[in-house]
């Protein structure tokens, strides 16, 4: 025979232990996902200044182009270079002689702020970073579960990865903190 749940004494349950009003948010979060709203705010975050970008989130300036790209007024021209963290060390002095200082790597945090997960396509909005390579970018953090590697975070997935070795060859873009 089966046995009928009273469903007035499961939620009797769930209001004493205040499981109740946390409920009803995820119910609520259901039909208004909060990736919408970030979606929307996504470019208000940036202001664009020619070659460079301004994140107001993290008080950064980016450059819109990839190492090997230039700006054109337009969009990226050239062919991205992959290269290893060693070169991108010389990218970086190369960038501070022609660009001023502060240029360099950014965090993993940083670059994954720039993750569009609504985007289609790549993984990055590309009004903003035009021409982006769709894979790894380099960041200058390591992998503290494995130190021979170095972090990195993926435009066509949008995901990070933390398992490369410093002498792979990945797509850089630098950043350098606001003055």
């Not at 208004?32 to 705010?41: H, N």
């Not at 360099?104 to 702020?113: F, Q």
């Not at 390579?133 to 990070?160: C, E, I, K, L, M």
Request: a neutral charge; charged letters at 20%; proline letters at 4%.
């Amino acid at each position: 025979m089966m046995q009928m749940v009273r469903l007035d004494k499961f939620f009797c349950i769930f209001r004493q232990k205040r499981v109740y009003p946390l409920i009803c948010f995820l119910s609520v979060l259901s039909f208004f996902p909060l990736s919408d709203a970030y979606a929307e705010a996504d470019s208000s975050k940036f202001m664009i200044r020619g070659q460079m970008v301004i994140d107001l989130e993290f008080g950064v300036e980016w450059l819109r182009c990839s190492i090997g790209q230039r700006w054109n007024g337009e969009n990226c021209v050239g062919k991205i270079l992959q290269i290893s963290i060693e070169t991108a060390d010389q990218a970086i002095t190369q960038a501070n002689d022609q660009l001023g200082p502060g240029w360099r790597l950014p965090t993993k945090e940083e670059l994954s702020a720039l993750v569009c997960e609504t985007c289609p396509g790549l993984k990055i909005n590309e009004e903003i970073f035009p021409d982006t390579f769709g894979g790894p970018y380099w960041t200058s953090d390591t992998n503290r579960f494995a130190r021979r590697h170095q972090w990195t975070v993926n435009f066509f997935t949008g995901h990070s990865y933390g398992r490369f070795f410093p002498t792979q060859e990945m797509a850089v873009r630098l950043v350098r903190d606001r003055i």
